[in-house]
């Protein structure tokens, strides 16, 4: 389950921030931004107001709770168009830009340095950043320099593609299913390219894909 805390600890970390970065911002202790995360402590509502509009996201969406999807195709990575979870653009008076990050920077993925460009967005997605896809492990559902919506979260379906770091530190986008006996099998779309098991514990899960962009440039 989504909470306050893991999504503001995403969102943070979406944005190459650290928690003194966020204290700074909003006039509080890292040790503060360090307890709403771990969830041992809430921010008053008007704080949870300003963190939103920072991060452009809903009150609602930072605070965890799960909001309908228009067609249920959130993560099956289908092409974005009207009608799908909202189109990627609406009016110009009702979008926001998110960036877009190198999933082949091993170490900084989320760093100011590694944006590789924005992207702009309806405002009714629920959306964090966006990732340039860089190999053929998910043809022919996402073709190679794809950019790939994200909402960051840890949470998931079966069978969902999500964005994940592996234990040695390099990033993939597979879809992901829970196992029994608690793993998680990740399973690339591109027969060519082997399923892969891990321990949850070794296997961080960032984010589940929303959307697809193949024409952006």
Aim: charged share 25%; glycine share 8%; aromatic share 8%.
């Amino acid at each position: 389950m989504e909470t306050f805390g893991n999504r503001l600890r995403l969102l943070r970390e979406a944005k190459g921030l650290r928690q003194e970065d966020i204290g700074d911002i909003f006039g509080f202790g890292k040790s503060t931004i360090s307890q709403w995360e771990k969830g041992t402590r809430e921010p008053d509502f008007s704080v949870v107001v300003k963190l939103a509009e920072y991060f452009q996201v809903s009150t609602d969406d930072l605070l965890g709770k799960k909001l309908p999807v228009s067609t249920g195709q959130e993560g099956l990575i289908a092409p974005a168009q009207t009608g799908q979870e909202g189109s990627i653009v609406s009016s110009a008076e009702d979008t926001r830009k998110i960036p877009i990050y190198d999933i082949g920077n091993r170490d900084e993925i989320f760093a100011q340095t590694n944006i590789i460009g924005y992207v702009p967005i309806s405002a009714d997605i629920m959306a964090d950043y966006a990732i340039s896809m860089n190999d053929d492990s998910m043809l022919p559902s996402i073709k190679p320099e794809a950019k790939v919506i994200i909402r960051a979260q840890e949470t998931f379906s079966n069978g969902q593609a999500v964005l994940a770091q592996l234990p040695e530190g390099t990033y993939t986008i597979r879809r992901a299913t829970q196992t029994d006996e608690g793993g998680i099998i990740l399973t690339p779309d591109n027969s060519s390219y082997a399923p892969q098991h891990y321990n949850s514990a070794n296997l961080r899960i960032l984010g589940i894909v929303t959307h697809l962009i193949t024409d952006f440039t």
